[in-house]
């Protein structure tokens, strides 16, 4: 599976930006999907989550109520919009997917970065002040 990420780019405080992640070359709707980022000098933190069947979806408190994933399995992309952008956003964010698309339990393991086992290169965001 490959995923690559798109859409990342200087935002200015309180503006929206839509990332998206597009996959290729196996199966999409059967996975899980995730978005995490990293800002430099920091671990890798998560962002948000969707099932596979798109019917449940976690976030990080950072963003709950202002980042929304969403899943469009017949253009094989999962995408982040954010609202509300503000500078502590600013980072690299990628695009993950699972092996097998199972159904986790408890089902906050999507949260987890071991669960994935593909990712995305990374799009830059930056927000600025």
């Known amino acids: 599976v490959q995923l690559q990420a798109s859409g990342g780019g200087l935002v200015q405080a309180g503006g929206s930006l839509r990332l998206s992640c597009a996959a290729s070359?196996?199966?999409?709707?059967?996975?899980?999907m995730a978005w995490f980022r990293r800002v430099p000098g920091e671990r890798r933190s998560f962002v948000a989550a969707?099932?596979?069947?798109?019917?449940?979806?976690y976030y990080a408190d950072s963003v709950e109520g202002r980042f929304t994933i969403s899943r469009d399995d017949a253009k094989n992309t999962v995408y982040l919009q954010m609202n509300s952008a503000q500078p502590e956003d600013t980072a690299v964010y990628f695009c993950?997917?699972?092996?097998?698309?199972?159904?986790?339990?408890?089902?906050?393991?999507?949260?987890?970065?071991?669960?994935?086992?593909?990712w995305g290169q990374g799009t830059l965001v930056t927000v600025s002040s």
């Open positions: 969707i099932s596979r069947s798109g019917q449940n979806t």
């Open positions: 993950a997917t699972d092996r097998t698309g199972r159904t986790y339990s408890p089902p906050t393991r999507l949260t987890l970065s071991s669960t994935y086992q593909y």
């Open positions: 070359g196996d199966t999409f709707n059967n996975r899980n």
